[in-house]
């Protein structure tokens, strides 16, 4: 049973420049979550999708957008990319009302370095 | 606000011996609480829950405990590993659906 997959796993990008992280969910998951976690901190909430709609959002700019496809899966996009984004950033997949979350699984990130 | 933190960044135990993580939250909303191991280079790996109803739970070498008085939150891990070696956050859900907030984390150091 095949966990959570972020792709890429790094990535470096210039100041300005777009980026777009890829997650695939567990298997039997219908739920998205997106965390971003700097070096030596804990990571924060970014958003969370669900029926392809973002339900929840975090203290994080516009800049920060995703989409959830019918398949389940996310992007996260980040536009005009600053030195302070590089971090790793995380995909979590849950299963909505059900499991909660015990069903709560991460994938082992995207390394985005901005330079 | 909501906020989750940890009162020791670095904990270094001998192998062998037991090691105990706290924790402490702010939001005496809160109602779930989970503890976290993440490895380097690999995300968040779940380790154990616990609901506010509780105060205790115990899994596989591994007891949480819960004390609503005083807003804080432990975890035990019983004859520490050299596999133990990780960074540990606990983390508060207050809606089992909703977002996970986390503590900036302790790292755990296995002495041999």
């Known amino acids: 049973d095949a966990g959570v997959t972020q792709s890429p796993t790094h990535l470096i990008k210039t100041r300005g420049q777009q980026v777009t992280l890829r997650c695939s969910p567990k298997?039997?998951?219908?739920?998205v979550s997106w965390y971003q976690q700097a070096l030596g901190q804990g990571p924060q909430f970014i958003f969370q999708?669900?029926?392809?709609?973002?339900?929840q959002r975090g203290n994080f700019p516009d800049r920060f957008s995703g989409h959830q496809f019918p398949n389940y899966s996310s992007e996260l996009n980040v536009n005009a990319l600053l030195l302070g984004d590089s971090a790793l950033y995380l995909c979590?997949?849950?299963?909505?009302?059900?499991?909660?979350?015990?069903?709560?699984?991460f994938g082992s990130g995207t390394r985005l370095t901005v330079v | 606000g909501e906020s989750v933190g940890l009162h020791l960044p670095t904990l270094s135990v001998q192998e062998g011996d037991n090691s105990i993580i706290n924790c402490a939250y702010s939001n005496s909303a809160s109602d779930y609480f989970i503890w976290y191991k993440q490895e380097s280079g690999k995300g968040p790996q779940f380790i154990i829950d616990?609901?506010?109803?509780?105060d205790k739970r115990q899994g596989q070498r591994v007891t949480v405990l819960l004390n609503k008085t005083v807003k804080h939150l432990s975890l035990q891990i019983a004859a520490t590993q050299p596999g133990d070696s990780a960074v540990y956050f606990c983390a508060e859900n207050g809606n089992r659906d909703d977002k996970i907030i986390f503590g900036k984390g302790t790292r755990l150091h296995i002495l041999p």
């Open positions: 979590a997949s849950s299963l909505w009302g059900g499991q909660g979350t015990y069903g709560y699984t």
């Open positions: 298997s039997g998951h219908d739920t």
């Open positions: 999708y669900y029926e392809e709609e973002e339900r």
């Open positions: 616990i609901r506010s109803n509780m």
